[in-house]
T-cell receptor, first 112, second 113 residues
């Protein structure tokens, strides 16, 4: 089945630690996105990538980093510089310039 | 980034009732999308709209792209318990050259028997 997978489903981190969230898609989509979701708010864009080895900052990129070494994969690292990292993180993908984005199941990150 | 204004924030309805929610923006959109999110899961695309005035159905769901291109609404007819969840609108600005979406804050729907 084609789709987007994210792992792990739940992640706990101590303050001061970096942590990496995985996102993989087998939809053959060129574009991939990372969003952060907080209660009562819409999704906010962290980073996006339209092509391998290229990515752009979104609206709330501070404290996050990404890489795009393969078309299928777009991992997100939450660094210790992110002041309030506890949130639900969603990965999405689309065709290049496509209007419709398809989401993975999400990773809930909790900082202890 | 700018967010859409989505209302209502929450709705408590009885099974069998119809549900209506809408999103408005001060800017013109060339695409409107409606998603549903179950607790702890990622949003699932329900309906996509691409032209002003377009009316599209997906089962008991109906969505319309406003004539002004600044609003959209979603209706759910004859609600059932599995309609429970958060419904998000998302839109793409006319001026965006790539796929950036703006999201509403969501409408939480609770269906009681």
């Amino acid at each position: 089945d084609g789709g987007i997978t994210q792992s792990p489903k739940y992640l706990f981190r101590k303050e001061g630690q970096n942590v990496t969230l995985s996102c993989e898609q087998n939809l053959n989509h060129d574009a991939m996105y990372w969003y952060r979701q907080d209660p009562g708010q819409g999704l906010r864009l962290i980073y996006y990538s339209q092509i391998v080895n290229d990515f752009q900052k979104g609206d709330i990129a501070e404290g996050y980093s990404v890489s795009r070494e393969k078309k299928e994969s777009f991992p997100l690292t939450v660094t210790s510089a992110q002041k309030n990292p506890t949130a639900f993180y969603l990965c999405a993908s689309s065709t290049l310039g496509g209007h419709e984005q398809f989401f993975g199941p999400g990773t809930r990150l909790t900082v202890l | 980034g700018q967010q859409l204004n989505q209302s209502p924030q929450s709705m408590f309805i009885q099974e069998g009732e119809d549900v209506s929610m809408n999103c408005t923006s001060s800017s013109i959109f060339n695409t409107w999308l409606w998603y549903k999110q179950d607790p702890g899961e990622g949003p699932v695309l329900l309906i996509a709209l691409y032209k002003a005035g377009e009316l599209t159905s997906n089962g008991r769901l109906t969505a319309q792209f406003g004539i002004t291109r600044k609003d959209s609404f979603l209706n759910i007819s004859a609600s059932i318990p599995s309609d429970v969840g958060i419904y998000f609108c998302a839109g793409r600005f006319e001026t965006d050259s790539w796929g950036k979406l703006q999201f509403g804050a969501g409408t939480q729907v609770v269906v009681t028997p």
